[in-house]
């Protein structure tokens, strides 16, 4: 049976000098023990009848002339994922199985998590114009290692004898931010529509790192670790280092804060902007796009800025060692102080947002049933994440409208989502995911998702006639069409 297979490794090496595996451990850690509860939504996507699907694609305009969100109750939405395991593939008959767990990593892999919250959304429609306005607390946590990175710290050395090894594009991305946005769908010609959404963002608080490069090297003779390399780290936090006299940091304590001072802090300001298209090509095919989050954030306030210089040899530890005495661990602490040089600033420095893009084709197969299909991008820690949903949309007894879809997100071909909608006058309640099980089997899913909210619909056609096309399921009405109008033939 594998070692790792056990409840812990044993290990026999030489004379401890750096704890490498502890060191790369810390360095993993964040990004696996974030909340499992926390903007994916491709299933929301198509579902335009909802006027959340504009935060989607700003070229959205719904039916109704006016629309608000219910404070408190507006829109709420979670997501977490994991591309290449669940939390139940780390244990086996309550044994850790990292051997499993390594098997299935990609070269580079990633975990987040993402939560949003709108206090205020409003949409007034007027002579083919769709007017938007919201207010939204976002937060977003994106981590990325490489499959070598996690090698080293499960098996060590050994795998790189004779060779220099590079591990590299392991990065931390966090940021919370408040955003003010206001954004403009108008009718181009009887079949495109255009969207643009301006944001204005005030950062409140921010942990990333920049691309790390590091470099491992493993002799022959004595299997020696030497590593070499630059980590840097960017913060906008409530908090203090403490450095001793050789420039070492030494401890980190929070300051004194206060909630409203944090949720009002006007000192981190940033922009970001929105667009999106509908075009109908033909009587029955849809095709949209969006480009989400082109932006930025600049942070000045409560700043450290470290750059991490490393340049080690690790020789392992003796055989009998005592792990459980205090005397290791300082030893170990000690090397690490010893072994790290940092360069600490408190310089403004930018952080970019997460960019998205969206690509959806909608075909009406049925008069209130409409199948369709869509691409998310997201470009994070310069690299790019990639999903696929498609999706049957209907609508039922004019109050009802649903979503099914089937989606390849994190990997995984294993997700199934859905979406529901109520349209009574005057009221609509919605709720959306990308995974179904995985809101009941959380332990089993690498994808958590869920989106609902409540909102007032006022001034809302009783019935939507356009000639060819009546009561269309879940897309906006055509441009240039008034409600019970007919639009013009191609």
Not at 92 to 116: G, K, P, T
Not at 158 to 183: F, H, K, L, M
Not at 427 to 434: E, F, G, K, R, S
Request: positive net charge; contains cysteine.
């Amino acid at each position: 049976m594998s070692l790792h297979n056990l409840p812990y490794k044993p290990v026999f090496l030489k004379k401890p000098r750096f704890s490498i595996r502890i060191f790369l451990f810390l360095f993993l850690f964040p990004g696996q023990v974030l909340p499992l509860v926390a903007q994916q939504s491709n299933t929301l996507y198509l579902m335009h009848s909802v006027p959340q699907s504009n935060q989607l694609n700003p070229a959205v305009q719904i039916r109704c002339n006016f629309f608000v969100g219910i404070p408190g109750l507006n829109t709420l939405h979670m997501n977490y994922s994991n591309s290449a395991f669940n939390y139940n593939d780390l244990t086996s008959d309550n044994l850790l199985a990292l051997d499993d767990v390594y098997n299935m990593l990609y070269r580079i892999n990633m975990v987040s998590v993402e939560a949003v919250a709108y206090p205020i959304s409003l949409g007034l429609k007027r002579n083919g114009n769709y007017f938007t306005f919201s207010v939204a607390e976002r937060f977003g946590s994106y981590t990325t290692y490489s499959k070598k990175l996690a090698g080293l710290a499960l098996y060590g050395n050994t795998q790189y004898v004779g060779e220099i090894a590079r591990v590299n594009n392991t990065r931390v991305n966090t940021t919370y931010y408040r955003e003010y946005s206001v954004g403009w769908s108008v009718d181009w010609n009887p079949y495109t529509t255009f969207g643009i959404r301006g944001k204005l963002l005030f950062g409140k608080a921010n942990l990333n790192t920049g691309p790390s490069r590091v470099s491992l090297g493993t002799d022959e003779e004595t299997f020696d670790l030497t590593v070499k390399g630059n980590v840097t780290l960017n913060s906008s936090l409530p908090v203090i280092l403490t450095m001793n006299d050789a420039g070492a940091i030494t401890g980190i304590d929070l300051k004194e804060f206060t909630y409203p001072g944090l949720l009002f802090n006007p000192r981190n300001p940033g922009v970001a902007a929105d667009f999106g298209v509908i075009h109908e090509y033909s009587n029955d095919i849809t095709l949209s796009a969006s480009l989400l989050d082109l932006g930025l954030i600049v942070w000045t306030d409560e700043l450290y800025n470290i750059n991490a210089e490393v340049d080690f040899l690790y020789e392992g530890v003796q055989e009998g060692t005592d792990f459980s005495a205090a005397a290791y661990f300082r030893d170990l602490s000690d090397s690490v102080v010893n072994d790290i040089i940092y360069d600490v600033t408190q310089k403004p420095y930018i952080s970019p947002l997460p960019a998205q893009l969206f690509l959806g084709a909608s075909y009406q197969w049925k008069k209130h049933i409409e199948l369709g299909i869509v691409m998310r991008n997201v470009w994070v820690n310069r690299g790019i994440k990639s999903s696929l949903t498609v999706s049957a949309n209907a609508a039922f007894m004019k109050i009802l409208q649903a979503s099914l879809s089937w989606s390849y997100l994190n990997n995984s071909p294993l997700h199934f989502g859905a979406g529901l909608a109520y349209v009574g006058r005057g009221l609509q309640i919605y709720a959306v995911t990308d995974n179904i099980p995985g809101l009941f089997l959380p332990l089993d899913a690498r994808t958590i998702n869920l989106r609902f909210g409540m909102n007032l619909m006022l001034g809302c056609p009783k019935k939507l006639s356009r000639g060819r096309n009546k009561e269309r399921s879940m897309v906006p009405c055509p441009p240039n069409v008034s409600l019970g109008g007919k639009k013009p033939k191609r």
